[in-house]
Structure formats: C-alpha cells, structure tokens
C-alpha cells in the first residue's frame, strides 16, 4: 500500500499540527500515512535538534525498502520553517520521492517580498529543480504567489469530523475569532473593524481565543483553549452581518 509521509510541526500546538494530523488520520482511499516532526516548541538550540532528529530519520526512512514513502508531504510556514523544509524537499528528490511543499503562512508573500525578489526568484527556481508540487490553502493565496513562485494548487485545509452543524440556538450579534496569539492572525484589525461596526451595532460582541486581554468590556478573551473547548465554542456564535471569523 503506497505511504505518504508529512513531515512538519506535528507536535506543536497550533492550527498546521491539526492539520497535519487530521490529514495523517485519513489519508487518500488505498493510502496509508505517516507522520514526522520536525519542530518542537522551545529554545532555538532545541528546534535545531528536532529538525536534525527529523533529517537523520528520514534518511533512514529512505534507505529502508520497509519504511520509505511514495510521497514526502513538507507543511510549511516563511522563513526559517522553509529554509528546514527545503532540505527535506531535496532529500526527497535525490532518493526519487516525489515531494509536495505545503504552504499554510498567511505571511508568506510579505516575507518573499515582490515578484522579482532575489528570494522569490531562488524558492521559484528551487520548486522548479527539485519538481516540487506546491499546495496553497485558497484562490486568494494562489493569485498572490502564483506570481512569486510559480504555479500552484489550492487544497483547502480539512475539517474535524467532530466539527457537525449544532441545532443549538445561535446567538445573533455575536463574532467568534479562532486564532493564537499572533500579529497574523489579525486580532487587532478585527477589534478595529468591530469598533467601526459597533457604532452601527452597539450589541455587538465579540469573542477572541489566543489574547488573554480585552481593551473592551464587550470582547472576551479566552486565551489559549483546547480542542474540546473549540468546539463548545463554534456552534454557538454567529453573525447576522456575515460568516463566523476563523
């Protein structure tokens, strides 16, 4: 039976973990899958040692008939999380594994910079050297980089299948932001926009995971919640001005 392995931070908390590991608990239909970290939260001397760790198994892995995968599946953010994966990417190729370079950075085009950068320009001609097939999470993402780094396919990220419709009551009014606590993932623009839009709607509320502190009585700020906790908490909220922030 073919054999995907995904290799990135599957052991770090974090959306790209549960990604990786829904994807690893059902593989395509004839597939099996494995999964590899090759982060660890901590100090940068202990993320060093976990990438190594992941270099020296996989090398391993590719010698061995039993263990070597038909694809190496790399989950990526910019910067430093790519400059790891791409190694992964050229282990993979030299052994003839095909490779898929997975981006999930909502910063990605900032740190490549424009079009004609010199580093857009060397991650393009190194997707295209190492016949790297790249994957992006949506049609916005994929008419942004197309430009930097050459063509791309978009695969949206999968769902829980504990995540179900609820026939709980919805509260109206009321926004629910998904998200660690990252510039990226927007929590101070959202708390700009809710501003703006309170003054039309004054019941407004909103509810925010990541931040531990709220500058407005009218947002709570759950900090960091479980898996269980997410889903207590996506069926219950919802807007009547639009979709649900995630």
Known sequence: ???????GPCETPG???????????????????????????GSPWAKWRAYR??????????????????????HTAADWSWWRKRRFAQMAH????P???????????????????KRSHAMKS?????????????IGWQEVLESHIGPVKVINNPVAEEIKP??????????????????????AFAIQVCEKVREVHPQLKVTMTGISSSPHPWISARG???????????????????PVCL
Do not use: C
């Open 99 to 117: 490779n898929i370079v997975h981006i999930h950075s909502g910063q990605f085009d900032t740190w490549l910079g424009i079009p004609d950068s």
């Open 15 to 41: 959306g790209m973990a549960n990604v990786m590991r829904i994807l690893a608990e059902h593989p395509p239909e004839g597939w099996e899958a494995d999964l590899l970290s090759s982060h660890v939260a």
């Open 166 to 187: 609820s026939q709980k009551e919805r509260e109206s009014h009321h926004l629910l932001l998904l998200g660690r606590d990252d510039p990226v993932k927007g929590h």
């Open 126 to 138: 190194f997707l295209k050297e190492h016949q790297s097939q790249t994957v992006v999470l949506g």
């Open 224 to 242: 960091w919640v479980s898996d269980s906790e997410k889903l207590n908490l996506s069926p219950i909220y919802h807007s009547t001005f639009g």
């Open 94 to 97: 030299k052994a003839g594994v």
């Open 1 to 7: 039976m073919p054999k995907v392995l995904h290799i």
């Open 53 to 74: 760790r992941a270099r020296q198994i996989l090398i391993q892995m590719l010698k061995d008939p039993a263990q070597r995968p038909d694809v190496v599946h790399l």
